[in-house]
């Protein structure tokens, strides 16, 4: 299985722009790499997901290098409300799509 | 659309006890899959349904776990005997089952065993 590599924890402030970084060096061709995140006492939210080229939905964007071995997930206009615990995962469509959650970043907004 | 609803939010039991939680999808998801996460970690798969079939369980499911899905609409997941180590929060997710697909998970229950 693809994994992903991420930092434990950043901080950002309220309005600046958030920049997420995920390391999955073992990515093979077809796979996806998806974002989501969980905020305290929620289940975890679908973010966004791409392949190879860059995604932008209206939470975030999500910017894949071309050599697909690292991805960022940028959150514009970062609120109190987006601090969470943010997740990279490489879905396994072998088993469903079946999620494995690493241990994410956890994302502090300070105003 | 009202989401994935599980119930119940919060339940505290005695070692020993059994408790059953329930998951209702996203109506017409054919998908279904539990979740287990302890304080601090990433959720942890369990297992997972196509319609009422469970296709696939984690080595963590022990013995005393069972998840059923009977008609292919709610699920039911049941541990039997509790112990400590099985506090967590248990969350369900539901997806539809295409290919590049997203899933959609409950608040989860909270599960304390005294």
């Known amino acids: 299985d693809a994994k992903t590599t991420q930092p434990p924890s950043m901080d950002c402030a309220e309005g600046r722009a958030a920049n997420l970084p995920c390391n999955h060096s073992?990515?093979?061709?077809?796979?996806?790499v998806y974002w989501y995140r969980q905020i305290h006492s929620q289940g975890p939210q679908y973010i966004i997901h791409?392949?190879?080229n860059n995604e932008t939905n209206e939470m975030a964007s999500l910017i894949i290098t071309e050599d697909r071995k690292s991805s960022t997930l940028i959150l514009p206009h970062a609120t109190l409300r987006d601090t969470a615990v943010y997740y990279c995962?490489?879905?396994?469509?072998?088993?469903?799509?079946?999620?494995?959650f690493g241990g994410g970043t956890r994302v502090l907004v300070k105003p | 659309d009202t989401g994935v609803s599980q119930n119940p939010r919060h339940k505290i039991t005695k070692r020993g006890q059994n408790v059953t939680f329930r998951c209702d999808p996203i109506?017409?998801?054919?998908?279904l899959y539990w979740y287990r996460q302890t304080l601090g970690q990433g959720p942890e798969f369990l297992t997972y349904?196509?319609?009422?079939?469970?296709?696939?369980k984690s080595r963590l499911l022990s013995d005393r776990f069972s998840a059923e899905r009977p008609k292919g609409s709610f699920s039911t997941l049941e541990i039997q005997r509790t112990e400590q180590g099985d506090s967590a929060m248990y969350l369900c997710?539901?997806?539809?089952?295409?290919?590049?697909?997203?899933?959609?998970f409950g608040s989860g229950t909270q599960l304390s065993v005294l």
């Open positions: 997710a539901s997806s539809t089952g295409t290919v590049l697909e997203k899933l959609f």
């Open positions: 073992t990515i093979s061709g077809n796979e996806y």
């Open positions: 791409g392949l190879k």
């Open positions: 995962i490489l879905p396994i469509k072998a088993a469903g799509n079946k999620l494995t």
């Open positions: 109506s017409e998801h054919n998908r």
């Open positions: 349904f196509q319609n009422e079939a469970q296709l696939e």
